[in-house]
């Protein structure tokens, strides 16, 4: 029964922000680290940003370190992922996963003029 949806992505311009946003359910949210990836086409799934149950951000990405941010609202039982100053080598699909070794069916973000 664990679920996890992600939303907020579509086509945004170099330099724009998105936010993407986790919500899960099916499990006890405030007791699993949750982790963001990406896969483009053409290429291996990558990890973009982890935070852990205490809210601290962990893992953070060199290519996005400084233009992503991730938190968490446990009362929302949602995480999410500001994503700021894009680039087109940031397109990909977006999935969230919990540590269990869930993941959602992901979210598209195009980075394009």
Not at 20 to 45: D, I, N, V
Request: charged share 15%.
């Amino acid at each position: 029964q664990v679920q996890l949806v992600e939303s907020g992505g579509g086509l945004v311009q170099p330099g724009g922000s998105l936010r993407l946003s986790c919500l899960a359910s099916g499990f006890s949210f405030s007791l699993h680290s949750m982790t963001w990836y990406r896969q483009a086409p053409g290429k291996e799934r990558e990890l973009v940003a982890g935070i852990n149950i205490l809210g601290v951000t962990t893992n953070i990405a060199g290519s996005v370190k400084g233009r992503f941010t991730i938190s968490r609202d446990n009362a929302k039982n949602t995480v999410y992922l500001q994503m700021n100053s894009l680039k087109p080598e940031d397109t990909a699909v977006y999935f969230c996963r919990q540590a269990g070794g869930y993941w959602g069916r992901g979210t598209q973000v195009t980075v394009s003029s």
